[in-house]
């Protein structure tokens, strides 16, 4: 289905080739107009249309669990939405925004937890710095992975197959828009978004320049297993709590299924998650995509079923590929940072991987930093916050190799 799909994109044909204007008369008549001339593939619907600076976009049908009812925007855009079909029975809400001071850069942005939220914020921060802008729903709405049951292409779109429509999407629509191809292309994401980060450097190296990685939810399989094993741990025996919090979570053969919280980070996001005795975003990934059961208890989780999740591998969701190789050769960059204060995925991960791909490769660590930097910032909690470093200065090292 993924080949299939990627074929159809790639017969988009640009019927018009549009000449850039600054002004914002011409540039708001060239957005109403663009679907007359553009065709979306796939496209259930579509739309255009001009956004001037300082409107408050609402968005009315959104899922109340991804918390984002409206956005103001700070830069004139065009503004492109559109339901595509991924397969028979799966599909993306995608939204593109074209600023009209465009810098002739794209960036996609990516999503957080089971990913089913458009992070509007994202692209309008994009867009206000001058990129073409892209983001989707990564196949499904809201937090709940309620979508997945009984649906492996809902599956799919969330692994890796959403991000990638999207981005050939959004840049062949940019083109078509501006009438000039985009001069760099980046990526944007951390937790879920850092995964998908990973994987686009993993799977599909021709997609971006670079990309900024943070706090990647990759071993996929296994941070899941990780998270749901604090369930059955929460209660009277919080000295057995405790050391379990602080150890890595080991298989029934004693081999690592995934590494221990950072000390000091079960104030930065674990007592919303980890330490309430109550089930969040990885029981539905259990329940819905590996057992495929409404019905499945959390409570129940074993050590056997860590291993199901592994050997499943889901559309090799675990994104624990070592091999950059491609990636490294067209020139991409990819800056990566976890906070050690990381409350929600464990900040033992990252290094964990840079060992990996450095073992992979053959490379040391001085031989990876002509194209890969991992940063692990002190005090940061997940994705930010926290007393630390917040700002990341990854386009100059992406284009100057300067950091």
């Known amino acids: 289905m993924a080949l299939q799909f990627s074929f159809v994109l790639g017969a988009l044909a640009v019927v018009v080739s549009v000449g850039s204007s600054s002004n914002t008369d011409a540039f708001q008549t060239r957005c109403s ?13 579509s739309s255009s249309e001009f956004v001037e600076a300082g409107t408050t976009i609402q968005f009315p049908g959104a899922d109340s669990s991804c918390g984002r009812p409206s956005q103001v925007v700070s830069v004139s855009l065009c503004r492109i939405t559109a339901h595509v079909a991924t397969s028979s ?63 492996p292409d809902v599956i799919e779109d969330f692994a890796y197959r959403a991000l990638h429509a999207g981005v050939v999407l959004g840049k062949a629509i940019a ?20 995964r998908q980060g990973l994987k686009e450097a993993q799977a599909f190296p021709d997609d971006f320049d ?18 749901c094993h604090f369930l059955p741990l929460t209660g009277p025996t919080q000295v057995d709590t405790l050391r379990s919090i602080y150890s890595p979570l080991l298989s029934i053969d004693g081999s690592l ?24 975003g990885a029981a539905d990934w259990f329940r819905y995509a ?23 591998n889901l559309f090799n969701i675990e994104t624990w590929d070592g091999h950059l190789s491609a990636f490294k050769s067209r020139g991409g960059k990819l800056l990566q940072y976890h906070g050690l204060a990381d409350g929600t995925i464990s900040s033992e991960n990252s290094p964990r991987y840079y060992e990996h791909v450095s073992q992979t490769m053959g490379f040391a660590p001085r031989d990876l930093d002509e194209f890969y930097r991992l940063f692990r910032i002190s005090g940061m909690g997940h994705c930010g916050g926290g007393p630390a470093a917040n700002e990341v200065v990854w386009q100059a090292w992406i284009q100057t190799r300067t950091c």
């Not at 925004?97 to 002739?104: A, D, I």
């Not at 083109?175 to 850092?194: E, I, V």
């Not at 670079?210 to 998270?227: H, K, R």
Request: charged share 10%.
């Open 89 to 151: 029975r799966s599909g993306i809400k995608l939204e593109l925004w074209l600023p009209e001071n465009w810098s002739c850069r794209f960036l996609s942005t990516g999503n957080g937890g089971l990913g089913g939220c458009v992070q509007y914020e994202d692209i309008e921060y994009a867009a206000s710095l001058g990129f073409a802008a892209v983001g989707t729903n990564n196949g499904h709405d809201g937090m709940s992975g309620q979508s997945f049951l009984n649906n």
């Open 33 to 45: 107009s663009l679907l007359n001339y553009t065709t979306i593939p796939n496209a259930n619907s």
């Open 175 to 194: 083109h078509t828009f501006y009438g000039m191809p985009h001069s760099k292309s980046y990526y944007l994401g951390c937790s879920t978004g850092g």
């Open 290 to 312: 590996i057992f495929n059961d409404f019905a499945w208890d959390p409570f129940s989780l074993t050590p056997e079923d860590y291993v199901i999740s592994s050997n499943l």
């Open 210 to 227: 670079g990309i900024v990685a943070g706090a990647p939810a990759n071993s996929f399989n296994n941070l899941t297993s990780w998270s």
């Open 257 to 280: 299924v995934y590494p221990h919280l950072q000390p000091g980070a079960e104030l930065t996001g674990a007592p919303q998650t980890y330490f309430t005795g109550q089930p969040f």
